[in-house]
């Protein structure tokens, strides 16, 4: 068991050349530990960051109790970031939020009290402050994604997400995961809820999402899921020996 062990609940921020972003962060973080029901901690993923991010989060990681981080030796993108967090996490739930702010920590305290029974519980973004084509883009793929899943999700992008650590665990890595997380835990029979969340301003530091990996990339991923679907083993144990010997 790692540092994130001794806490209930981790967060993971998967981090790109966000610089900018790595002050109010810590801030806004800082603040939730104090507000959360759960003991709470933090654990950055910087995916080999080309700007100052990585300095700067081993500055705060060092100064602040509860702040962790990974840093990949090369650039594996969100859903290798999301991965490698979910696989070092050792607390009992597992959060995710991006690096950009556009969604609060503070709202993670929407989503605590229906974890007892759903697998994930994740944010719907509302009154969204994004530009036109971002948001039409978004609405296009959404929906081609829900037909294609039929998880009945609204908003898969909303990066603000609880999951259960021991069915996080269980999420099979490909490039694009992300965009399924919440179809990936329905494949589990695991359970989701959608709670409205607010949605805020990008202050600092650039998108990394333009109309050809909003849409097409998922488009694509789209298929591979619907193959997968179909080919994912499920399972599910009635009975067993193996741990006897503890007894």
């Known amino acids: 068991m790692n540092k994130t062990g001794t806490y209930q609940f981790c967060i993971i921020i998967p981090v790109y050349n966000e610089e900018g972003n790595i002050t109010r962060l810590e801030n806004e973080l800082k603040k939730f530990q104090h507000i ?24 705060v990681c060092a100064v602040n109790e509860g702040f962790f981080y990974l840093s990949f030796k090369q650039n ?25 702010l556009q969604t609060t920590p503070e709202d993670f305290n929407l989503l605590f009290p229906y974890l007892n029974d759903y697998e994930m519980v994740m944010g719907i973004r509302t009154g969204r402050k994004d530009s036109f084509i971002k948001n039409l883009s978004s609405r296009v793929a959404n929906g081609f994604r829900r037909m294609m899943t039929g998880d009945g999700i609204k908003d898969t992008g909303c990066p603000l997400k609880i999951i259960h650590s021991d ?6 890595l490909f490039n694009g995961m992300h965009r399924f997380l919440p179809a990936l835990v329905q494949l589990q029979n695991g359970k989701v809820m959608q709670i409205p969340v607010r949605h805020f301003e990008r202050t600092a530091g650039q998108s ?21 679907k179909h080919r994912y083993i499920n399972y599910t144990i009635d009975s ?8």
Not at 208 to 227: E, I, M
């Open 36 to 59: 959360s029901p759960l003991k709470t901690c933090i654990l950055f993923v910087n995916d080999s960051s080309i700007d100052k991010s990585l300095a700067l989060i081993k500055a």
């Open 76 to 100: 594996r993108g969100l859903s290798a970031a999301i991965k490698a967090g979910i696989d070092y996490a050792e607390s009992k739930f597992i959060g995710y939020m991006d690096a950009d």
């Open 167 to 172: 069915c996080a665990k269980r999420i099979p």
């Open 208 to 228: 990394k999402y333009h109309l050809s990996n909003r849409l097409v990339g998922p488009f694509k991923d789209c298929f591979a899921f619907r193959w997968m």
């Open 240 to 247: 067993s020996n193996v741990d006897l010997l503890n007894e």
